[in-house]
């Protein structure tokens, strides 16, 4: 079964409050993936995106444009500014605390950074619009994709190492993977709206936009 249009307003409308409790995971998450960047610790790294919300954020931005819902828009951005700059300041605190070098070098070139952004956009989306699979390993892979690279910057600030031009190429690639994503995911709603209404797949439209949204 799809999900009417409401139901996935609502889901992203509650995921992205940034209640006490939402500041909290960021934070724990930021700290945890800047403990996990340092010491080059897989595991660290992705316990940390089950506590980010990057997913959910950046989704609440491409369904509030698809669906012309501005205030939507306006607290994805609100959301993703939040995130970052907690996994930023993760990534600070942790190198202050630890004093050890960045072991983390493992980052993707823009064209693979682009490519895996692409695939977690459309199934993300898709997956959102259509409440099927285990959506949180979908929010692991954006998470990774995405706050790692705050998180390093933190890091790197504090360690005395971030310089040109990894410094660019790292934000570079964070506005690359985030606009992927987002794009991926608007064209996914789009693409999957236009097909029920042309096909027929579904007896209604669960995400066409109604005067009531």
């Known amino acids: 079964m799809s999900e009417p249009h409401q139901d996935v307003l609502q889901d992203l409308w509650q ?32 316990v940390a995106a089950l506590f980010l919300s990057f997913l959910s954020d950046v989704l609440a931005i491409a369904f509030g444009f698809w669906s012309r819902d501005m205030r ?18 993760g990534g ?38 259509d409440d099927t699979g285990r959506r949180y390993l979908i929010g692991v ?3 990774v994709q995405l706050a790692i690279i705050p998180a390093w910057l933190g890091a790197a600030l504090v360690a005395g190492t971030l310089k040109q031009p990894a410094a660019g190429e790292r934000i570079s690639g964070f506005a690359i993977n985030l606009a992927t994503i987002l794009l991926t995911a608007f064209l996914s709603y789009a693409a999957l709206d236009f097909v029920i209404c042309c096909f027929g797949f579904w007896a209604h439209r669960p995400l066409a936009r109604s005067a009531a949204a």
């Open 15 to 46: 995921l992205t409050h940034p209640t006490a409790s939402y500041v909290t995971r960021a934070a724990a998450g930021g700290l945890l993936l800047g403990t996990g960047i340092i010491d080059k610790n897989p595991v660290a790294i992705v």
């Open 72 to 89: 939507l828009v306006l607290r994805g951005i609100r959301a993703v500014m939040i995130s970052s700059v907690l996994a930023f300041s």
């Open 92 to 129: 600070a605190v942790a190198e202050w605390f630890s004093g050890n070098p960045i072991s983390y070098t493992a980052f993707k070139g823009p064209l693979a950074g682009l490519a895996i952004s692409a695939i977690i956009g459309v199934t993300a989306g898709l997956s959102n619009a």
């Open 141 to 143: 892979a954006a998470a």
